[in-house]
């Protein structure tokens, strides 16, 4: 049998950091509204704080952690790929460029051609 690759929130913490999460921010937007004669920086201030509080609290739960992990892995992915040279790069450039000029002469032979085929050829009327 395969092994599930879904990956749930499973622990009562777990879940409870989550929501703090989601309160926190919410919170710090409520704040916001509610703060709406107050300095803009003091409401920014709480939003801010909102939105710190949030993520620490994300960040201790285990989704936050095995986020972390996963984007420490990706880092590391991005930096074993091998990049193309300046001059492979211009070269892959210059062909895609080539190619496009192509498709588009083509395209428009093709497009002429079924304008006379069907206006002058079939229909009578001429553009």
């Known amino acids: 049998m395969a092994q599930n690759d879904i990956q749930t929130v499973?622990?009562?913490?777990?879940?409870?950091?989550?929501?703090?999460?989601?309160?926190?921010?919410?919170?710090?937007?409520?704040?916001?509204?509610?703060?709406?004669?107050?300095?803009?920086?003091?409401?920014?201030?709480?939003?801010?704080?909102?939105?710190?509080?949030?993520?620490?609290?994300?960040?201790?739960?285990?989704?936050?952690?095995?986020?972390?992990?996963?984007?420490?892995?990706?880092?590391?992915?991005?930096?074993?790929?091998?990049?193309?040279t300046r001059k492979e790069a211009t070269q892959m450039t210059g062909v895609v460029f080539v190619f496009v000029l192509i498709m588009a002469i083509y395209l428009l032979a093709v497009d002429k051609t079924l304008e006379w085929v069907f206006y002058d050829l079939i229909l009578g009327w001429t553009i």
């Not at 710090?28 to 703060?35: F, K, M, S, T, W």
């Not at 939003?47 to 989704?63: E, I």
């Open 10 to 84: 499973s622990t009562g913490q777990d879940k409870l950091m989550l929501a703090l999460a989601v309160v926190f921010a919410i919170g710090g937007a409520v704040a916001y509204q509610v703060l709406a004669s107050e300095d803009f920086f003091i409401r920014l201030g709480v939003v801010l704080a909102g939105v710190v509080l949030a993520l620490v609290s994300f960040l201790l739960s285990q989704t936050g952690k095995r986020f972390v992990a996963f984007a420490k892995d990706s880092v590391n992915e991005a930096k074993r790929v091998v990049w193309p």
